[in-house]
């Protein structure tokens, strides 16, 4: 399955939701979120700085993270990064294929 690393900021509003309800039942908002389209949470951590929280998910396709992202940024308490994570199998792979490009101004 392929992995996906998302970067949570709370709004003020999603601030004082966690102050409310605690970490916890956050980590299990989001497990359940994940679940919901069919994925798996791999982690989840608090952070300090410009995230509030940084999970790390499987999903089963780009559009069951989509699906998820929407449902978080439809909140209004959460906003939301989300990165494709790949392994050195996937980037191996990428290098046996040819691309073509012309960089601009030549």
């Known amino acids: ?56 998910v499987d999903a089963p396709d780009v559009s069951a993270v989509a699906a998820a992202s929407l449902a978080i940024g439809a909140s209004g308490a959460v906003k939301a990064t989300t990165t494709a994570l790949l392994t050195a199998e996937d980037i191996d792979a990428a290098t046996k294929k040819s691309a073509s490009y012309t960089a601009p101004g030549r």
């Open 1 to 56: 399955m392929p992995k996906y690393l998302i970067e949570v900021s709370y709004t003020s509003e999603g601030a004082k939701g966690v102050l409310n309800d605690g970490g916890s039942k956050r980590k299990a908002a989001a497990k359940a979120l994940i679940e919901s389209v069919g994925g798996k949470m791999e982690s989840f951590y608090f952070a300090l700085g410009d995230r509030d929280a940084i999970v790390v």
